[in-house]
């Protein structure tokens, strides 16, 4: 069984930085591109930034120059540093992994969530 677990959320102060992680555990073969999604409260839940297999990254126009996504192939892992964060950046970040090659063959996973709170 897949599992994706995120970690470093928290409280910071607008201005601050915030790096997240999200481990993706379970008998994996492979997987293709990793997502970063993030819900605020009233809001749909919105792409933040995506990675490919390869390294190719993508951002939300929100925030861009702000956040990067990088990954970690050996440990299936994807990471996201948030730096100069804004009190709208304040919602629960999700891990996506859309497409994991495993024991249970190809499936889109996603992480429990992790509340990022950024006080004005």
């Known amino acids: 069984q897949v599992q994706l677990v995120e970690s470093g959320g928290g409280l910071v102060q607008a201005g601050g930085s915030l790096r997240l992680s999200c481990v993706a555990s379970?008998?994996?073969?492979?997987?293709?591109?990793m997502v970063w999604y993030r819900r605020a409260p009233g809001n749909q839940r919105e792409v933040v930034a995506g990675?490919?297999?390869?390294?190719?990254?993508n951002y939300a126009d929100s925030v861009k120059g702000r956040f990067t996504i990088s990954r970690d192939n050996a440990k299936n892992t994807v990471y996201l540093q948030m730096n100069a964060l804004k009190p709208e950046d304040t919602a629960v970040y999700y891990c996506?992994?859309?497409?994991?090659?495993?024991?249970?063959?190809?499936?889109?996973?996603w992480g429990q969530g992790i509340q990022v709170t950024v006080s004005s």
């Open positions: 996506n992994a859309p497409r994991v090659f495993s024991d249970d063959g190809p499936r889109d996973y």
């Open positions: 379970g008998s994996i073969f492979s997987i293709n591109a």
């Open positions: 990675i490919t297999s390869g390294g190719r990254t």
